[in-house]
């Protein structure tokens, strides 16, 4: 069960995520396509208090290839645990201009730190 002595760290990163998704919406302005698949665009912030089991966070824009439908954009939260490991998490689809809108959306901040949560979340099982 996510432990909410956690919360208090996760409300302090709040700046930062909304930092790192502004910064994301440029990066995407200038260098997302509207169509073709490009490199992984990633925007990273970290959990400053040393608390948390997800040391480093990203915000990514990506691409991908859905079936007779074209290529598709979307958001993900990702972290780097203390150990090492990897994990990621898809937040949102759409098309590129859809991706910017929501990265520039305060709902999304919220959005992430729910995302953050989840994960720690199931860490904590």
Do not use: H
């Amino acid at each position: 069960m996510y432990s909410e002595r956690y919360e208090p760290y996760i409300e302090e990163m709040t700046e930062d995520i909304s930092d790192a998704a502004r910064l994301l919406a440029l990066d995407a302005e200038r260098n997302v396509p509207e169509t073709g698949l490009f490199p992984k665009i990633t925007v990273e912030f970290k959990d400053k208090s040393g608390i948390l089991d997800i040391t480093y966070w990203q915000l990514n824009i990506c691409s991908f290839i859905e079936g007779g439908n074209g290529d598709k954009r979307y958001l993900e939260v990702s972290g780097t645990l203390k150990g090492g490991y990897k994990m990621s998490c898809f937040n949102f689809a759409g098309t590129t201009s859809e991706c910017i809108e929501m990265l520039r959306n305060p709902f999304y901040v919220e959005n992430v730190k729910q995302t953050m949560r989840v994960n720690l979340n199931a860490m904590d099982d």
